[in-house]
């Protein structure tokens, strides 16, 4: 079955640092998401993406936040200058359309920031 | 804007009943779907079942179902036969374009 695979699993960080973060989403999908799930709370929406630009974002999202599909698989989150509280887990989903059945979720990347 | 209420935080179970999971929802999108998403302690997010706002009979998958009742904005999960496997987070979540989740309830069945 396909499946959205995510890198690395885990990632330790400095505060400050920029970190990548990296998803290939199903072949035949359109629609990319990143989400984000601090410990023990509800999986919150980070952005939306469609036909190569950001079709929605939510207010987490701001301007440390960046998304970017360098080649035809792979999609990336970027956190310029990271925070303590972007201590988080971090899950790419995708899905071949919007609002209705499909959307798959890769395993996530754990980000701890210290 | 779409809105998710899970008011159980956490329910007990024992292994082989039925337990239900509540879930109501709040949008004014004519057309959404509707899911239910597992979370194991190992953090993955492992999609259950989906049931379409059009949709006129419940939605199954073996033994999960849901108990859409679409005047009332709910979309209970229904688990048959509950297995020490069950036990995980559960989360609701609607559409009609980014999932937006509920805050989880956390599953504990017990032998």
């Known amino acids: 079955e396909p499946e959205v695979t995510q890198t690395p699993s885990h990632q330790v960080t400095q505060m400050g640092q920029e970190v990548i973060l990296r998803c290939v989403p199903i072949?035949?999908?359109?629609?990319f998401y990143w989400y984000r799930q601090i410990l023990g709370q509800k999986v919150e929406f980070l952005v939306s993406?469609?036909?190569?630009?950001?079709?929605?974002k939510s207010e987490i999202f701001d301007d440390q936040f960046s998304v970017e599909r360098p080649d035809g698989s792979n999609f990336t989150l970027k956190i310029r200058s990271t925070k303590l509280e972007d201590s988080a887990m971090y899950f790419c989903?995708?899905?071949?359309?919007?609002?209705?059945?499909?959307?798959?979720f890769g395993s996530g990347t754990r980000l701890t920031v210290v | 804007a779409q809105k998710i209420t899970q008011t159980q935080p956490g329910m007990f179970v024992q292994e082989k009943e039925a337990v239900t999971l509540d879930c109501t929802y709040d949008?004014?999108?004519?057309?959404?779907?509707l899911f239910w998403y597992k979370q194991p302690s190992s953090g993955e997010m492992i999609f259950l079942i989906y049931?379409?706002?059009?949709?006129?009979q419940n939605a199954t998958e073996g033994r999960y179902s849901l108990n859409f009742q679409k005047a009332r904005k709910s979309a209970n999960l229904v688990i048959s036969a509950s297995q020490l496997g069950d036990s995980a987070m559960y989360f609701c979540?609607?559409?009609?374009?980014?999932?937006?989740f509920g805050t989880g309830t956390r599953l504990q069945v017990f032998p």
């Open positions: 949008t004014s999108d004519p057309s959404y779907g």
């Open positions: 049931q379409g706002s059009y949709d006129q």
């Open positions: 979540a609607t559409t009609p374009n980014k999932l937006i």
């Open positions: 989903a995708s899905s071949e359309v919007q609002g209705f059945y499909g959307y798959t």
């Open positions: 072949s035949n999908h359109l629609y």
């Open positions: 993406f469609y036909n190569n630009e950001i079709s929605e």
